[in-house]
């Protein structure tokens, strides 16, 4: 268990910092890692289906086992573009700059690369999405607080169990709100006001999939949405589960383009849009 947390001499501050950038580029190269793992057995997986169906169609020459052999060797060739487009699009939405962004795509692409951690530690993942406007966030950023709190939640349920995670739209604050609740352990009320200090941890140390124990994880979460001017809560209960929910800005939206005006003397179906697309 590490535990300690007084950050009021300056350069202990000052260590604080320099460490909690370093683990945010752990982070970053942790993320990467589950993205190159996931997709590496993901494409093999693909391949396999591609290498027998066309092995099989090379065997069998009457039309209707052949058709079949193409038509599941079209799908896996679908899904290992599907596979590419994603890694392409992670690996793009790398910046720390905060930008429009799809938040379902992105805890769709955080649920994919955790999806063989989720399977080998049982635990099933339910999704409530509602339809959301895009947020204004770094991408790269909020995936690593997704991370985070998907993490916390699997070590909460060392024996498997249920993770529910929602998105909705604050009309009222115009925020979009990202719940993601466990089934787990749960936190002693009293330790609730601690968790999101530096080093603040009940772990050993790292699991058997080398995770968890530094105790920064969420201290860095509340940075990264703080930066946002966003906020996170936390709702526990022992035995029952943990709830986190982070209220994220949304995007404000595009100002429609006006349509040009009308030229006088020239027929409007001759106008062109500069603008269009
Ligand atoms: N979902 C959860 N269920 C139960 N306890 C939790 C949960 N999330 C966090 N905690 C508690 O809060 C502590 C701090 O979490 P935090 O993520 O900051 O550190 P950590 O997971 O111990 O280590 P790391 O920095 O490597 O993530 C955890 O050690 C745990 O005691
Ligand atoms: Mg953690």
């Known amino acids: ?8 001499n300056p350069n202990l501050q000052q260590q604080v910092e320099l460490l909690k950038k370093q683990l ?31 092995k099989m169609g090379m065997r069998h020459k009457d039309t209707v086992t052949r058709d079949k052999c193409f038509e599941k060797i079209f799908a896996a060739g679908n899904r290992a573009a599907k596979i590419t487009n994603t890694v392409l699009g992670m690996a ?4 720390a700059g905060q930008e429009p962004t799809d ?6 692409n955080t649920l994919l690369l955790l999806e063989r951690e989720m399977n080998k530690y049982r635990i099933a993942v339910d999704r409530h999405f509602q339809p959301i406007p895009e947020a204004l966030i770094s991408g790269n950023q909020i995936q690593q607080v997704m991370l985070n709190l998907l993490i916390n939640a699997r070590q909460a349920m060392p024996r498997g169990g249920r993770l529910t995670i929602k998105l909705q739209h604050d009309a009222e604050n115009d925020m979009i709100d990202l719940v993601i609740r466990d089934y787990g352990c749960g936190i002693p009320q ?7 200090d530096s080093f603040y941890s009940t772990k050993d140390g790292p699991d058997a999939s080398g995770k968890g124990g530094t105790g920064l994880g969420l201290s860095m979460c509340r940075d990264i949405i703080e930066s946002h001017h966003g906020q996170i809560r936390v709702q526990s209960t022992i035995g029952k589960g943990t ?11 595009p100002t429609p383009r006006r349509a040009p005006l009308p030229v006088a003397g020239l027929p409007q179906s001759t106008l062109c849009n500069s603008n269009a697309r």
């Open 243 to 253: 709830a986190f929910t982070l209220k994220l800005p949304v995007a404000a939206k």
């Open 24 to 54: 945010a580029q752990a982070q970053t190269l942790t993320a990467l890692g589950e993205l190159v793992g996931t997709t590496t057995h993901e494409f093999n997986n693909v391949l396999m289906t591609i290498i027998n169906y066309a």
């Open 190 to 196: 009293d330790k609730l006001p601690r968790i999101f």
């Open 92 to 95: 793009r939405n790398r910046s």
């Open 103 to 108: 938040l379902t795509k992105l805890v769709e």
């Open 1 to 8: 268990m590490a535990e300690s947390n007084n950050c009021e």
